[in-house]
């Protein structure tokens, strides 16, 4: 512009000298000619100004272009959104930067609805902004933050500063400048879940870089006791338990010098001097440059957790009941046991105890009195034993001592382990006060040895527990050692167990008869014994089968088929004169007995061989009827009605009373061979005979004695008044076909 002027100015000045040079050529001339001359000049002068001012004109335009062009470009570019709105809130004009920033075009912008560039959340507060904006008088800046969408639907945060203005035709416009604020939005998000971090839960302190606390959260000060004054400006060892030595602290330093952080548990000291576990975790700050600038320290009061721990994992390792550690904790000790062994060449050994009869003492003292019952135990056991062995409680009543660092010579082990175990049985033998009143108890010991990785952990408790139940069987209040012919023996049994499975339906079962005859030697009956014709072994006596299908529940359908057969059989003699007669004795096991459906089987029998029942004998012995007397006398009675008779088998080997044979509807007493065996020499033997029969006869029964092998025995039973026998002096049991040629000699 000043440039402009300057050239305006020169061109004046040459416009003018121009001038005086013809004024001074025109006053050389004539009067006339004169007037001329100044018309001219005039003239002249007036085109030279006329030419200036055009000049003067088209730079001003120049310069309006100029200014207009840097509006342009200031407006469309300025790094803020620019843009105006209707009085009816529709865009007229918008900046480039604006049409980034909302990502639309420009055309698609103008005279559209401004309101749709708001986040849904936000619309109904910018309509209300906009009315109120619209109606002021004062035209005053407004100020706001919105969330905002653009077209494709990503959200931004923008401040807002609006202005309401009026056109010159008194149209209301609203221009607003906008700027995205979004990373200043998310800084200030970040800070705030910062703040809220920092008074979370966990203690925390921040320190500069040498080690001086700045700040610290509540829960500092509720985990140590020290307020934010008290602690800021100190040094974090004001915390020191002194439990850690130097070395500790070494390692933790150098650890947050290599790796920029520490964390673990550490014991600290609260203000009132109370020591606490604590989970620690310190991390080194540093800025940009890599400087260090802080430390931030969260910690964690761990007392609870610590205990909460324990708990748990003692609830897991140990018996509520007895406070033992428990199968779980003795199977993580074994191996340990095994691998010392391995290391130290000295043995161990594991002892299974088992409680005898505590079922029966559980239910009829009740639970409380087996629980203390089973506590004292546990204290008895633990007391007999050396620091460093275990015992644990398997659950019900059976516990595992576990001992280590026996001699490593076998024999000299076992010798120490029999110790223990004799100390064991002793220390329980004492009686225990339950309910203020004495209880004895005795206890089966099973025994096994280990060392080094000689057997798996399942094998070893198998071999105590088989161990335990040979001292059960051997009478109960004893320890017995494993050896591993107790396991061929085992291993044989369960393979019986296979093939009497098999023999059942394989047919491979036989009965024998054999004769019982009375005073005058005359055949009345005869018992049926059962035999197995093992396809290997053969001719199997029933000592061989019948207590393994007792414990194997296989006896009840073995039993059935006997009763099937002997029913087959009576119903054969029945057509016989000479055997019509005849009774037929079979026994019946304990489990076959107390079958719900015994009557049942025995009537259906009965009925299916139409038989007269009265010449089927059944052979309990004391101990099946024993067992719970009550039923057995229903059982009993019900068979009774039906006709069935009842022999009392083994007689004298029991410990039933005069009182109790009284309630059984019994018909014959059957003398124990055992009594009969030596009844010639025995005088005690005599005595008893002679007593089983005088309460025979008194209780109106029948006597029979079994195992007659010579006259002598059949002269002294007789000559006590005992009128019936079995025994091989009159026959041994064997098949029908011989039994029937048997009797057609007696
Ligand atoms: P038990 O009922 O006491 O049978 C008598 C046993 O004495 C029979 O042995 C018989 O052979 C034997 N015996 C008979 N007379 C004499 C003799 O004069 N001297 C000697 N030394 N022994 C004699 P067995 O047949 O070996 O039967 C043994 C046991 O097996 C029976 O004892 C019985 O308890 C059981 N049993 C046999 N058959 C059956 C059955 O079918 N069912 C059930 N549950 N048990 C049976
Ligand atoms: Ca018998
Ligand atoms: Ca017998």
């Known amino acids: 512009m000043s440039n402009a002027r300057y050239e305006q100015g020169q061109l004046r000045k040459e416009a003018e000298t121009q001038l005086a040079r013809s004024r001074m050529h025109l006053v050389q001339s004539?009067?006339?000619?004169?007037?001329?001359?100044?018309?001219?000049?005039?003239?002249?002068?007036?085109?030279?100004?006329?030419?200036?001012?055009?000049?003067?004109?088209?730079?001003?335009?120049?310069?309006?272009?100029?200014?207009?062009d840097r509006y342009v470009d200031l407006f469309e570019f300025a790094p803020i959104c620019y843009l105006s709105l209707t009085g009816d809130a529709m865009v007229s004009e918008i900046n480039l930067?604006?049409?980034?920033?909302?990502?639309?075009?420009?055309?698609?912008?103008?005279?559209?609805?401004?309101?749709?560039?708001?986040?849904?959340?936000?619309?109904?507060?910018?309509?209300?902004?906009?009315?109120?904006?619209?109606?002021?008088?004062?035209?005053?800046?407004?100020?706001?933050?919105?969330?905002?969408?653009?077209?494709d639907g990503s959200l931004f945060?923008?401040?807002?500063?609006?202005?309401?203005?009026?056109?010159?035709?008194?149209?209301?416009?609203?221009?607003?400048?906008?700027?995205?604020?979004?990373e200043r939005k998310l800084a200030e998000a970040k800070l705030r879940i910062a703040a809220t971090v920092f008074e979370s839960q966990e203690g925390m302190l921040v320190a500069d870089a040498n080690g001086v606390i700045t700040c610290v959260n509540a829960s500092f000060t509720n985990i140590t006791g020290y307020s934010a004054e008290e602690v800021i400006g100190k040094n974090p060892h004001i915390l020191s338990s002194g439990r850690h030595d130097k070395y500790f602290f070494t390692v933790m330093?150098?650890?947050?010098?290599?790796?920029?952080?520490?964390?673990?548990?550490?014991?600290?000291?609260?203000?009132?001097?109370?020591?606490?576990?604590?989970y620690l975790c310190i991390t080194a700050v540093?800025?940009?440059?890599?400087?260090?600038?802080?430390?931030?320290?969260?910690?964690?009061?761990?007392?609870?957790?610590?205990?909460?721990?324990?708990?748990?994992?003692?609830?897991?390792?140990?018996?509520?009941?007895?406070?033992?550690?428990?199968?779980?904790?003795?199977?993580?000790?074994?191996?340990?046991?095994?691998?010392?062994?391995?290391?130290?060449?000295?043995?161990?050994?594991?002892?299974?105890?088992?409680?005898?009869?505590?079922?029966?003492?559980?239910?009829?003292l009740g639970h409380s009195s087996g629980d203390s019952l089973l506590k004292q135990t546990a204290l008895r056991i633990e007391a007999c034993l050396r620091e460093g062995d275990t015992v644990a409680r398997l659950g019900g009543d059976e516990f595992i001592v576990m001992l280590e660092n026996l001699s490593d010579r076998p024999l000299e082990a076992a010798q120490q382990t029999e110790i223990v175990g004799k100390k064991i049985l002793g220390a329980l033998?004492?009686?225990?006060?339950?309910?203020?009143?004495?209880?004895r108890i005795t206890i089966s010991i099973g025994a096994t040895l280990f060392s080094a990785h000689q057997s798996s952990i399942d094998e070893l408790l198998k071999q105590a527990d088989i161990a335990m139940y040979q001292a059960k069987k051997s009478g109960r209040n004893l320890q017995r050692f494993f050896d591993p012919q107790m396991q061929s023996s085992i291993n044989a049994r369960a393979k019986l167990e296979e093939?009497?499975?098999?023999?059942?339906?394989?047919?491979?079962?036989?009965?024998?008869?054999?004769?019982?005859?009375?005073g005058e030697g005359t055949a009345v009956g005869a018992e049926a014994l059962i035999r197995w014709l093992h396809p290997q072994l053969g001719l199997t006596p029933p000592a061989c089968f019948i207590s393994l299908a007792e414990e194997t529940g296989l006896i009840v359908p073995i039993g059935n088929w006997v009763i099937d057969v002997a029913c087959g059989q009576l119903k054969a003699w029945a057509r016989n004169e000479l055997t019509q007669g005849l009774t037929l004795s079979v026994n019946v096991s304990a489990k076959q007995f107390h079958q719900t459906d015994f009557v049942a089987q025995v009537h259906s029998a009965v009925e299916r061989h139409a038989i007269n029942p009265m010449l089927l004998k059944l052979e309990p012995t004391e101990s099946v009827l024993l067992e719970n007397i009550e039923e057995t006398v229903a059982t009993m009675n019900a068979l009774k009605a039906i006709g069935i008779k009842f022999a009392l088998d083994d007689f004298g080997t029991g410990f039933s009373s005069l009182q109790y044979l009284k309630k059984l509807p019994l018909n014959q007493l059957k003398i124990d061979q055992s009594f009969v065996k030596d009844l010639a020499t025995d005088g005690s033997d005599q005595a008893m005979v002679r007593?089983?029969?005088?309460?025979?006869?008194?209780?109106?029964?029948?006597?029979?004695?079994?195992?007659?092998e010579t006259e002598e025995q059949r002269f002294l039973l007789q000559s006590n008044g005992c009128n019936h026998f079995q025994g091989y002096l009159f026959g041994r049991p064997i098949p029908i076909a011989e039994f029937e040629v048997l009797l057609n000699k007696t």
């Open 499 to 518: 093939e009497l499975h098999a023999a059942i339906k394989a047919g491979q079962f036989k009965l024998y008869y054999q004769i019982q005859v009375n």
């Open 691 to 708: 007593t089983i029969i005088a309460m025979a006869h008194s209780l109106n029964l029948e006597v029979i004695a079994e195992g007659v």
């Open 429 to 439: 033998e004492q009686p225990f006060q339950l309910n203020a009143y004495d209880y």
């Open 97 to 151: 930067t604006g049409c980034i920033l909302l990502d639309v075009e420009r055309k698609q912008l103008i005279n559209r609805r401004f309101s749709k560039f708001f986040a849904p959340k936000d619309r109904d507060r910018w309509h209300r902004l906009f009315m109120n904006m619209m109606e002021q008088t004062n035209f005053e800046k407004q100020s706001f933050d919105s969330a905002m969408q653009r077209a």
């Open 157 to 182: 945060y923008a401040h807002f500063n609006c202005l309401r203005r009026e056109l010159v035709d008194a149209q209301p416009v609203l221009r607003i400048v906008l700027f995205d604020i979004s």
């Open 286 to 364: 540093k800025d940009l440059d890599g400087v260090l600038q802080n430390y931030v320290a969260t910690l964690t009061d761990i007392t609870m957790s610590r205990k909460a721990a324990e708990e748990i994992q003692h609830l897991a390792y140990y018996d509520p009941l007895t406070r033992l550690p428990n199968r779980r904790l003795l199977m993580d000790r074994l191996p340990l046991a095994m691998a010392s062994s391995s290391r130290t060449g000295k043995r161990g050994a594991l002892l299974f105890l088992d409680l005898d009869n505590f079922k029966t003492l559980n239910d009829t």
């Open 30 to 68: 004539q009067p006339g000619e004169d007037l001329l001359h100044e018309l001219l000049h005039e003239l002249q002068v007036h085109q030279i100004e006329l030419e200036m001012q055009n000049e003067e004109l088209r730079q001003s335009h120049i310069s309006l272009e100029e200014s207009r």
């Open 253 to 278: 330093w150098d650890t947050i010098k290599r790796t920029g952080s520490w964390k673990g548990e550490i014991w600290n000291k609260r203000k009132n001097g109370a020591i606490y576990p604590e």
